[in-house]
């Protein structure tokens, strides 16, 4: 039978620095006892993107306040941890070896071990941490980092199926609301805009989708958008309120179709596995018109469609916690000599993917 396990996790890879507890018992769910997210949005504002040496230095000054705040919020000193689990990649390398370096000095001073993380497999197995979904599921991560269609079969068994080959969505949601002069992150004001629109006045490209498997391109949207906008202010001088809710609601609905045009695909590549569900992660997954398309393919699969709790979909330390109780119930090895890999890809045959967003290598 399994023990008790009590984790702390830390996460580093980006521009949020994160630090939580979890506990697994020995039998039943598992709980969050804390999980801080310091995030550094203002660090970076007037660069319009993350800044690799603010973000590390960022983490580095504010990692130990985080940690003893996420031990004292979870009521338990580092007395009371098992194992101590740290995104060891894929990211902005200066930000995981803040990570990983306190980590390690922990680690060291308590005599305790180190589980070295996958970013990506931490969200890949957040599904089970939040409703203890069984293997093999289907998860598509879609962040502003990320975008890719993982089948998740074990605690180390990932297969990619596909993935973007330019920008992550949010990403595009992003840069689509610089180009409209929306404010950032952009995903929720071009959300927001889009609403009020008129999905059907631009017609954008759905690129990729004469293509087998389910790749994508977001970077072309962009660009499109780009054409309208400018096409619009060729013609009368400037965009009106209207004009840029009806870009925004063009805009998204074409990433939507696209997405879901692309689940449905991964669907049908590994129905011969019998997956348990379809489940989302990532900002993106916030937006309800994704959201509910989304839902309804997994509804036409037959498939139970799950999303976590924002709060666990968007880049956090519970899910780094959580990978390394798996890890350690799957009776994996962790060695402790690890090294922090800015590139990490999950599943090590899969053809590399190309291209680096603003937040980092996509792996
Ligand atoms: O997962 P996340 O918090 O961070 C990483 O990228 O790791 O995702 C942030 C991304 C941003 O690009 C943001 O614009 C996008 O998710 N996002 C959304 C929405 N909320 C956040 N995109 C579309 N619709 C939303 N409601
Ligand atoms: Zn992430």
New binding site residues.
């Given amino acids: 039978m399994d023990r008790t396990l009590t984790l702390l996790g830390i996460e580093t890879?980006?521009d949020d620095t994160a630090a939580a507890v979890v506990r697994a018992p020995a039998q039943g769910g598992p709980e969050i006892l804390s999980s801080e997210v310091l995030g550094q949005t203002a660090l970076h504002e007037a660069y319009g993107g993350v800044v690799p040496e603010i973000a590390a230095r960022a983490h580095a000054e504010r990692l130990d306040v985080v940690v003893e705040t996420a031990l004292a919020r979870a009521g338990v000193g580092l007395g009371a941890i098992d194992a101590i689990a740290v995104t060891a990649g894929p990211g902005l390398i200066g930000g995981v070896l803040s990570g990983v370096m306190l980590a390690r000095g922990l680690a060291a001073a308590r005599g305790l071990p180190l589980v070295a993380v996958n970013?990506?497999a931490?969200?890949a197995l957040t599904p089970r941490l939040t409703d203890g979904i069984g293997f093999p599921y289907l998860m598509l991560?879609v962040?502003g980092?990320?975008c890719q269609f993982l089948l998740v079969m074990g605690a180390d068994s990932f297969r990619r199926l596909g993935g973007t080959i330019d920008d992550a969505p949010g990403e595009a949601f992003d840069k689509t609301a610089k180009l409209l002069g929306l404010p950032q992150p952009g995903g929720p004001s071009v959300e927001a805009e889009a609403a009020l629109g008129d999905p059907a006045r631009f017609r954008f490209p759905r690129p990729l989708l004469d293509r087998e498997g389910c790749d994508m391109s977001f970077s072309g949207l962009k660009t499109a958008l780009l054409r309208a906008r400018d096409a619009l202010v060729a013609e009368k001088g400037g965009i009106t309120v209207q004009d840029r809710r009806d870009l925004c609601a063009g805009f998204q609905l074409a990433v939507a179709e696209v997405l879901a045009a692309k689940t449905a695909r991964a669907l049908a590549m590994v129905a011969g596995e019998h997956p348990t569900t379809l489940a989302v992660a990532?900002g993106v997954a916030a937006n309800k018109t994704i959201r509910a398309m989304l839902e309804t393919v997994s509804e036409q699969a037959g498939l139970p469609f799950l999303a976590p709790p924002l709060r666990l979909c968007?880049?956090n330390a519970a899910m780094i916690a959580w990978a390394g109780i798996e890890r350690m119930r799957a009776g994996l090895e962790n060695p402790p000599d690890f090294v922090a890999r800015p590139r990490w890809p999950l599943d090590q045959t899969a053809p590399a993917l190309l291209g680096s967003g603003k937040k980092g290598a996509k792996a």
Wanted: proline share 0%.
């Fill in positions: 890879s980006c970013h990506l931490g969200h991560l962040s980092g990320h990532g968007t880049d």
